[in-house]
């Protein structure tokens, strides 16, 4: 009988987790997608968001059920996991409103500052050290946004795109940070299923002034919105029990190839040279960010561990 060394079984798991964050960003741009295309068919941010939601919330309860148990949902900051949600569904609402105003690529460019708005956020509401390092990370980051923006040039960019699509970028920082405090106290359970839970509550109970008929086709493109979000959360969760996420996270930027072909083969869509080099920088910036986070993690981790 063979057996499996610990070094492979983790080794196995770190490449499980990074295929799962790599499914986590392919749905990320399908989602995304077929969002786009349902609010150009006629449907409203608030009804995509109803979807979106609501075939995610089985898969959660599947996965609670089945894993961490009902027990890692109790929590002691309910008020906490409410702000959470109001902010996780007004930059989901901006988010999808974004995109019917963007090229694909180019809004998802710009969602990726969110890890470095985060970081300036970090250091004013959360009084953590921001390096030199990981300001610079951020200024260059901020100059690829400027370039994807193109001010000053002649080609046609939407403005009301991008202001929505940074707004959503600096609200989903806010997420973050919200989610950095309550991973301090709560199970990584209950920030998923209260998120999923109260998200779902709320879009349900508005659904009735959401509601519009639609052709069967935009009915399906919701659908699938909402199959999407369910695989996202299941590999998301999949990614984060296998393996850290500072491993992990970098893969994300796939998600930019993705959109980019995904709007390449569906509007024709071919990102201006300015939003390829603008997305590099935020994609190099976001890197370094969390390079920079490792190796902070990995100090106070040896600092903690006492010498015998």
Same mark, same amino acid.
């Given at each position: ?6 070094? !492979?079984?983790? #080794?196995? #798991? *770190? ?22 295309a349902a609010?150009? $068919?006629?449907?409203? =941010? ?7 939601q ?21 929590? !002691? ?11 996780? &569904?007004? =930059?989901?609402?901006?988010?999808? =409103?974004?995109?019917?105003? &963007?090229?694909?690529?180019? $809004? ?5 500052i ?10 004013l509401?959360? +009084?953590?050290? *921001? ?14 946004? &400027?370039?994807?923006m %193109? ?8 403005? @009301?795109?991008l202001?929505?699509?940074? =707004?959503?970028?600096? @609200? ?6 919200? &989610? ?6 709560e ?10 839970? *109260?998200?779902?509550?709320?879009m ?7 509601? %519009?008929?639609?052709p069967? @086709?935009?009915?399906?493109?919701? *659908?699938?919105?909402?199959?999407? +979000? ?10 984060l ?7 992990t ?9 993705? $959109? ?49």
């Amino acid at each position: 009988m063979l057996h499996r060394t610990p070094s !492979k079984i983790a #080794h196995d #798991h *770190v490449t499980l987790a990074i295929l799962a964050r790599l499914t986590t960003g392919l749905f990320m741009a399908l989602m995304s997608a077929f969002a786009k295309a349902a609010g150009n $068919a006629g449907a409203g =941010s608030g009804e995509i968001i109803f979807f979106r939601q609501a075939l995610a919330l089985p898969v959660v309860l599947l996965w609670v059920a089945t894993g961490p148990g009902w027990s890692a949902l109790k929590t !002691k900051r309910p008020k906490a996991h409410l702000m959470r949600a109001v902010i996780g &569904l007004v =930059s989901m609402s901006i988010m999808f =409103s974004s995109l019917q105003y &963007l090229p694909l690529a180019e $809004a998802i460019t710009i969602f990726f500052i969110a890890p470095l708005v985060a970081t300036s956020l970090s250091g004013l509401l959360l +009084g953590e050290k *921001v390096g030199v390092h990981r300001w610079l990370a951020v200024l260059v980051g901020f100059a690829g946004v &400027l370039i994807v923006m %193109r001010p000053g040039s002649n080609t046609e960019v939407s403005t @009301l795109g991008l202001t929505l699509a940074i =707004s959503a970028a600096v @609200l989903m920082a806010g997420v973050t940070i919200t &989610l950095r405090q309550l991973g301090t106290t709560e199970h990584q359970a209950a920030t998923v299923f209260w998120f999923t839970f *109260v998200a779902t509550v709320v879009m349900t109970c508005l659904y009735p002034f959401f509601y %519009r008929p639609h052709p069967p @086709l935009t009915w399906a493109l919701m *659908v699938c919105v909402g199959v999407g +979000g369910a695989v996202i959360q299941i590999a998301t969760v999949t990614s984060l029990r296998l393996a850290p996420i500072s491993l992990t996270a970098p893969f994300d930027y796939m998600q930019l190839f993705w $959109a980019t072909l995904i709007g390449w083969l569906f509007w024709a869509d071919l990102p201006a040279w300015t939003t390829v080099l603008g997305g590099l920088l935020i994609a190099s910036a976001g890197l370094y960010t969390f390079y920079r986070e490792r190796l902070r993690r990995q100090t106070i981790a040896e600092e903690a561990t006492p010498i015998n």
